[in-house]
């Protein structure tokens, strides 16, 4: 069975910039949670989409978004890039909504110059 | 407000030794759940085990242990007879519910521990 996937990879913009990145979950999983990872603040919760509905939030501004496709695949959009939004961008998968087990995708290295 | 802390910053140890992670976490609710992943110098996170609040049994996965204490909030993480291979940043999490009934999947995640396992 194929992992979650993300891509890009690595991402190099500029401030002012908007990015998107994508997660695609593992077959058959229905939910998709992001996290932002950083040296100072490390892993720390963005959103949480399931039946492509947003069911939870963390505390980041609104320049920070996303959705989820019907197909499960979801994206996530920085606008107006700020040099701190550089970071590890990581996608989870998990069956359903609730507690169950997160599988990780490799993540995506944004450098906001 | 939930909060999990590893106050193990890193950890250095020579091959073969054991090691113990520690695991702190703070929530009010009587239902949650907790995870450790590991993540290697690759940067994705494997999840190792989850467990919840009314499971108190300690569980053994080959080399590894973990440690579930109420009492004390703990959730500790033995590794047996380290390895090179188990060198990665590990990290603790806790997962609590919206609401009674409305389950999330955001994991709160302490700031993690550094393994080094030297040959």
């Known amino acids: 069975k194929a992992g979650v996937t993300q891509t890009p990879r690595y991402l190099i913009k500029t401030r002012g910039q908007q990015v998107t990145l994508s997660c695609s979950p593992i077959?058959?999983?229905?939910?998709v949670s992001w996290y932002q990872q950083t040296p100072g603040q490390g892993l720390q919760f963005l959103f949480e989409?399931?039946?492509?509905?947003?069911?939870n939030k963390g505390n980041f501004p609104g320049r920070f978004s996303g959705r989820q496709f019907s197909n499960s695949r979801s994206e996530m959009n920085v606008s107006t890039l700020e040099l701190g939004d550089s970071a590890l961008y990581l996608c989870?998968?998990?069956?359903?909504?609730?507690?169950?087990?997160?599988?990780f995708g490799p993540g995506t290295r944004l450098t906001v110059t | 407000a939930q909060k999990v802390t590893q106050a193990q910053t890193e950890i250095s140890v020579v091959e073969k030794e054991d090691v113990t992670l520690d695991c702190v976490y703070e929530?009010?609710?009587?239902?949650?759940?907790l995870f450790w992943y590991k993540q290697p110098p690759s940067g994705e996170l494997v999840f190792l085990i989850r467990?919840?609040?009314?499971?108190?049994q300690n569980e053994i996965s080959g080399r590894y242990s973990w440690n579930f204490q109420k009492s004390t909030s703990s959730f500790n993480f033995t590794i047996t007879a380290s390895q090179v291979v188990d060198s990665a940043v590990y990290f603790c999490?806790?997962?609590?519910?919206?609401?009674?009934?409305?389950?999330?999947?955001?994991?709160?995640f302490g700031q993690g521990t550094t393994l080094q396992v030297k040959p």
């Open positions: 989870a998968s998990s069956l359903s909504t609730g507690s169950y087990e997160q599988y």
């Open positions: 077959s058959g999983h229905r939910s």
């Open positions: 989409y399931f039946s492509e509905t947003q069911r």
């Open positions: 929530t009010r609710d009587t239902t949650y759940y």
């Open positions: 467990r919840n609040s009314f499971d108190e």
């Open positions: 999490a806790l997962s609590v519910p919206l609401a009674p009934s409305s389950n999330t999947g955001k994991l709160i």
